[in-house]
């Protein structure tokens, strides 16, 4: 069983297009992530949500925009893409707490805007 | 605020070789320190991880020590194996925070 699913796994474009990736969680986490990872493999959040409500939200386009219908999903919709949108999406789960959670990460969606 | 520097890669190893990655943080508070390794085509999984100096986290023959007095987390491994090729990213939560962040990376090869 998978525990943090996402998709599609590839995803090619054109510039300009608005386009959406999904994510599931069935560990039961209350808290979910995107994270975004260049071509040089550095990973950086985008956004985090606890039980549906926005609670990080770094320095990110705003035509890049979150929406969690429940705790067990988080999906992430891109508006008018660009070049510099292409890269690996990451999402991962955690339960809420410290900060000493592991996070479960899903198998990324590889982004490409021709 | 909060940073991790690890090693550049990459890093080729034979089989059977020592393993060393060195992971450094700045950090406001007591932040707790992981590793994760990413293997190819797949998203990142914990390897290990330290919440309070002095600890060691340890899994799969890797081992690293939470230092304090050199804000260090360095990674170690006394017999790498093939499989063990894959690449590996130290990170740091604090003050509480959901938010991980993350060192560049280090690809590691192990050739048989």
């Known amino acids: 069983d998978t525990a943090v699913s996402q998709t599609p796994k590839y995803l090619v474009t054109q510039m300009g297009n608005d386009k959406s990736i999904k994510c599931e969680q069935n560990?039961?986490?209350?808290?979910m992530y995107w994270y975004k990872q260049d071509s040089k493999k550095f990973l950086k959040i985008m956004f985090s949500?606890?039980?549906?409500?926005?609670?990080i939200n770094e320095t990110v386009p705003n035509r890049f925009s979150p929406k969690s219908p429940d705790k067990a999903h988080l999906n992430l919709h891109i508006n008018s893409l660009e070049l510099g949108d292409s890269a690996v999406y990451f999402c991962?789960?955690?339960?809420?707490?410290?900060?000493?959670?592991?996070?479960?990460f899903g198998n990324g969606t590889r982004l490409t805007v021709t | 605020g909060d940073s991790v520097t690890q090693m550049e890669g990459p890093v080729t190893l034979s089989e059977e070789a020592f393993l060393t990655i060195n992971c450094t943080y700045t950090?406001?508070?007591?932040?707790?320190l992981f590793w994760y390794v990413q293997y190819p085509g797949e998203g990142l999984q914990l390897l290990l991880k330290?919440?309070?100096?002095?600890d060691k986290g340890s899994n799969k023959g890797f081992e690293a020590t939470y230092r304090k007095e050199t804000t260090s987390f360095h990674l170690e491994k006394g017999s790498v194996q093939v499989s063990d090729s894959a690449v590996y990213f130290c990170?740091?939560?604090?003050?509480?925070?959901?938010?991980?962040?993350f060192g560049k990376g280090t690809k590691l090869t192990v050739n048989p």
């Open positions: 991962a789960s955690s339960p809420s707490g410290t900060g000493n959670s592991p996070l479960h």
């Open positions: 560990l039961g986490h209350d808290t």
């Open positions: 949500y606890n039980n549906k409500e926005l609670i």
């Open positions: 950090a406001t508070g007591y932040p707790s």
């Open positions: 330290a919440t309070k100096a002095d």
């Open positions: 990170a740091l939560s604090s003050g509480g925070s959901e938010k991980l962040v």
